[in-house]
């Protein structure tokens, strides 16, 4: 199960949000939706095109802003094009080793 935000023109209503503020957005949205308790949560593994230079790493500021346990591993994924794809496949394999859930 994924989430994302909406997608709306250019310029318009979300030019006032960041990456971290779009990203809680859409993680939080996601955590209700599955009726996920942030105890559940092993890690978070993020997909970014183009990330803030202040947080290059934005699965950790999302993860702390949606005050999920400060144990839970994050971290964030850039491949361009390809990042959203990547983050799903390491969040796949670390479920297949076993490390996360």
């Known amino acids: 199960m994924g989430n994302r935000t909406p997608f709306v023109k250019a310029f318009t209503e979300y030019t006032e949000l960041d990456t971290i ?4 957005a859409a993680a939080g949205a996601l955590l209700e939706r599955a009726a996920l308790s942030p105890r559940e949560i092993d890690a978070v ?14 699965g950790r500021e999302i993860s702390l802003d949606l005050d999920l346990p400060r144990s839970v591993e994050a971290m964030t994924v ?12 390491s969040a ?10």
């Open 45 to 58: 593994v993020w997909g970014g095109v183009i990330l803030p230079s202040g947080a290059p790493n934005v």
């Open 78 to 89: 850039t491949r361009a094009c390809a990042s959203g794809l990547q983050a799903i496949t």
């Open 92 to 101: 796949a394999a670390a479920i297949e080793r076993g490390d996360a859930d």
């Open 21 to 24: 503020d779009l990203g809680v």
